[in-house]
């Protein structure tokens, strides 16, 4: 067995997706901002749960609906406790929730999701001592491709991620293996050492 050079990368979100839409003030397309409050609204004896929006412009509100004409009993108690406090954890766990989106019709936009990077190193052990393997750990969708991450990263242009993903010094460990695959949880990205690898220097 050899040594393997295993780093973590953890991106945590540092903001929000934001919605866009009509605004009928505007009386535009903008883009609209999770206030990260919720509304609950008891209709009878069903419940209404809405995470709310603001228009980045005139503050007009946009209510996305997270629970519609539900039996209290359905909810859990411990999130219905959540919603009434507006607790900011769960307003950013649906805040990434895609399916909300997908179920409000409304159009998501994660390009301009901010994130931080924190790095960890892994005492690992491997057959191919000619690698380094960086394990993704991200919990929400932020929607950054292979090749922008790690152009951020290390400070150099998507060709010549291009360049050394063609050389075969870069390998995404999924089925496409492309640089196009967008960041999820557990993605593992293999790089092979060379004497003129920028990765190996700047890792």
């Keep these: 067995m050899s040594y393997l050079k295993k780093y973590q990368w953890e991106l945590i979100p540092e903001s929000l997706p934001t919605v866009k839409r009509n605004c009928p003030k505007c009386n535009e397309k903008t883009q609209y901002i999770s206030s990260e ?11 209404d749960v809405w995470l709310i929006y603001q228009c980045e412009k005139c503050k007009s509100t946009f209510n996305m609906t997270i629970y519609e004409r539900i039996k209290p009993y359905e909810i859990n108690k411990d999130e219905y406790e959540r919603f009434l406090c507006n607790d900011r954890e769960l307003a950013k766990q649906y805040a990434f929730n895609l399916s909300m989106y997908s179920n409000n019709k409304a159009e998501i936009i994660l390009e301009n999701v901010n994130y931080k990077l924190i790095e960890r190193q892994i005492e690992a052990y491997c057959m191919n ?3 380094i393997v960086v394990e993704i750990i991200c919990k929400y969708p932020i929607g950054i491709r292979v090749d922008k991450l790690l152009g951020d990263k290390l400070g150099v242009s998507r060709s010549k991620i291009k360049c050394m993903h063609k050389e075969g010094l870069i390998i995404i460990d999924d089925d496409k293996n492309s640089l196009n695959t967008k960041i999820r949880n557990g993605l593992l990205i293999r790089v092979l050492k060379s004497e003129k690898n ?6």
């Design 129 to 131: 001592e000619d690698e």
């Design 37 to 47: 409050k919720f509304r609950v609204n008891a209709n009878k004896n069903n419940i």
């Design 198 to 203: 920028v990765l190996d220097k700047a890792i």
